[in-house]
Nanobody
Framework: QVQLVESGGGLVQAGGSLRLSCAASGLSFSSYSMGWFRQAPGKEREFVAAISRNGGRTYYADSVKGRFTCSRDNAKNTVYLQMNSLKPEDTAVYYC????????????????????WGQGTQVTVSS
């Protein structure tokens, strides 16, 4: 049974930082490309960041580029999202997702291809 469990969300003031973690189990983690998405109330789920299965390639939404960093530790079956210089518009539920990757450079920026999703963690940024 595949499980993705996010943690690290919370309430932070604008300009602050948070580090999200997503612990995976029940899958061969190093064979999966991972992604982070977020969904604000009344809005569609949107792409935030993605990382290839070996961590060698990352991709970010323009809205977070330069502020967020995605990384992974395959030995710990965990992917991270370091979020700096947070803004109120970053407020959302953040989800991690996993997609089996046939190549080491594959990153996926849309929701449909992802096979597994976590339950989400709330991030609230106050102004």
């Amino acid at each position: 049974q595949v499980q993705l469990v996010e943690s690290g969300g919370g309430l932070v003031q604008a300009g602050g930082s948070l580090r999200l973690s997503c612990a995976a189990s029940g899958l061969s983690f190093s064979s999966y490309s991972m992604g982070w998405f977020r969904q604000a109330p009344g809005k569609e789920r949107e792409f935030v960041a993605a990382i290839s299965r070996n961590g060698g390639r990352t991709y970010y939404a323009d809205s977070v580029k330069g502020r967020f960093t995605c990384s992974r530790d395959n030995a710990k079956n965990t992917v991270y999202l370091q979020m700096n210089s947070l803004k109120p518009e970053d407020t959302a539920v953040y989800y991690c997702a996993a997609k089996w990757a046939p190549s080491t450079v594959m990153v996926v920026t849309t929701t449909d291809p992802y096979e597994y999703w976590g339950q989400g963690t709330q991030v609230t940024v106050s102004s």
